[in-house]
């Protein structure tokens, strides 16, 4: 599927909304995803990111905006769409953009990152968003060719702190660096507030995902807030 510079234009400033439902987890659907994909989109969601290949595929249908696909596969080191394999099944699933994992960690496959977007780039018409847990991350995600970068792993990688919101700081030091790939701010956006100085550290857009379609997680919030 085919985004074009002017569709990924359209998306600055814009608010990005995860769908997913965990292992096990009531919702884990791929038509009540989509369901919540489109009630997203009315809310006024620029883009969809969601993970497997149904969701895509079912996404796909229920919206008219950019879908960003992902494949999670285990849930320690590389697991956010680990290798190419991974990534071109997603994309042929009909994503637009393929979110893969963006560290500097070995992956399952042998590739490195940047013959992983040479991959993706040579068998697809999709962009790569590399979910990145550092600036040196982004820094080599940018290198490898990525066409989008996320905070998405700030937190989960060991190399940053696990900060209670979004990792503002690490979105302000990629901004500043300036390296001409639009920066997404994912991971631990809770407030619409917080959506807010994301943009304004300098994120090109911003996905929210939890705090919106995870309501497991939010009525837990609310319980515990009455304890
Ligand atoms: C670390 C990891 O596995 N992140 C995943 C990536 O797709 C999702 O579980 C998150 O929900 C998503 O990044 C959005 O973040 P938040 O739900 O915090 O708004």
Redesign the pocket.
């Known amino acids: 599927m085919i985004l074009t510079p002017e569709d990924l234009e359209a998306l600055r400033g814009h608010l990005i909304v995860?769908c997913?439902a965990y292992p096990g987890e009531p919702m884990r659907d791929p038509r009540t995803m989509a369901q919540i994909a489109a009630a997203a989109v009315t809310g006024g969601a620029a883009a969809i990111?969601v993970?497997g290949l149904a969701d895509v595929q079912f996404t796909r249908s229920a919206v008219e905006v950019p879908v960003i696909g992902?494949w999670?596969d285990g849930h320690d080191g590389v697991?956010?769409t680990p290798t190419l394999r991974h990534a071109l099944a997603v994309a042929n699933a009909g994503a637009h953009v393929v979110?893969i994992d963006g560290t500097r960690r070995q992956r399952p496959d042998g590739l490195t990152l940047a013959q992983t977007v040479a991959g993706i780039h040579a068998e697809s018409h999709a962009l790569v968003m590399a979910?990145c847990g550092s600036f040196d991350d982004a820094a080599a995600a940018v290198e490898a060719g990525a066409d989008l970068i996320g905070t998405?792993?700030s937190g989960?990688t060991g190399e940053r702190p696990k900060t209670d919101g979004p990792d503002l700081e690490l979105v302000e030091q990629i901004a500043a660096a300036g390296f001409g790939v639009p920066l997404i701010a994912?991971?631990?956006?809770?407030t619409p507030a917080q959506a807010r100085q994301s943009l304004d550290a300098g994120a090109f857009a911003v996905?929210?995902?939890?705090?919106i379609t995870?309501p497991a997680t939010i009525t837990g919030w609310f319980a515990e807030a009455l304890k």
Not at 186 to 190: D, I, Q, T, W
């Open positions: 995860s997913q990111r993970q992902l999670k697991f956010i979110a979910d998405t792993l989960y994912e991971g631990r956006l809770h996905v929210v995902g939890t705090a995870h």
